[in-house]
């Protein structure tokens, strides 16, 4: 299993360009995450899914959008970059556990973005 | 905004050594996770412990929720140079599908 896998690992944009980033997993999970981490900070949530054509925002969501059109991918898209868009964005999946409970996370690499 | 306040937020020790982290939280959580990270990885789970528990083992980690204070620590025993990274403490709260990280404590176990 390759778990969680993220596309690209590293981008420079310019501002005003767009993007799409690309997380997959092999895990079957039924939750997707996007979170974005910046120094000194904590990870930030910025959309998640929690099933095949089902998204919801995060913490942190303006300025990205998402689509869940197959289970195993989770796409986020940058329509016009900002510089305050820089950072490294993580994906993560789950797989939900008993309600109210939840599940651990499951992490892709990375990808690290700087828009100039 | 961020639900959990690592403390400290840098933390150095020696081989053998044991480390605590603390983590502080706001509001009401289901559970309360920890999460490790080495320098240009991602995060990788540790271990979870839910609201109606107190501690949990494993290996050589320990972790303590006390929700009256709203408050977890994580305890490294016999800390070994490959414990270097950082670690976050994360709160799954309600219903709802989102964990908010804390800022995280960066460890450096010197050999």
């Known amino acids: 299993n390759a778990g969680v896998t993220q596309t690209p690992k590293f981008r420079v944009l310019k501002t005003g360009q767009s993007m799409t980033l690309l997380c997959a997993q092999d895990m079957n999970h039924e939750y997707m995450y996007w979170y974005r981490q910046d120094p000194g900070m904590g990870l930030r949530l910025i959309h998640y899914?929690?099933?095949?054509?089902?998204?919801a925002k995060g913490e942190v969501p303006d300025g990205y959008n998402v689509s869940r059109l197959k289970k195993q991918n989770f796409l986020l898209g940058l329509e016009s970059a900002a510089p305050s868009q820089t950072s490294v964005y993580f994906c993560?999946?789950?797989?939900?556990?008993?309600?109210?409970?939840?599940?651990?996370?499951?992490f892709g690499p990375g990808t690290r973005l700087l828009v100039l | 905004s961020q639900q959990g306040e690592e403390d400290p937020q840098a933390l150095s020790i020696q081989e053998g050594e044991n480390a605590t982290m603390n983590c502080s939280y706001k509001?009401?959580?289901?559970?309360l996770q920890w999460y490790r990270q080495n320098s240009g990885r991602g995060l990788v789970h540790l271990i979870l412990?839910?609201?109606?528990?107190r501690e949990k083992h494993s290996g050589r980690l320990r972790v303590t929720l006390d929700t009256s204070k709203k408050s977890s620590s994580l305890l490294i025993t016999a800390s070994r140079a490959a414990d270097t990274a950082s670690y976050f403490c994360?709160?799954?709260?309600?219903?709802?599908?989102?964990?908010?990280f804390g800022a995280g404590t960066r460890l450096t176990v010197k050999p």
């Open positions: 509001t009401s959580i289901n559970n």
């Open positions: 993560a999946s789950s797989y939900p556990g008993p309600p109210p409970w939840g599940e651990t996370q499951y």
């Open positions: 994360a709160t799954q709260r309600g219903n709802n599908n989102d964990m908010r």
């Open positions: 899914s929690v099933g095949e054509g089902t998204t």
């Open positions: 412990i839910r609201s109606n528990e």
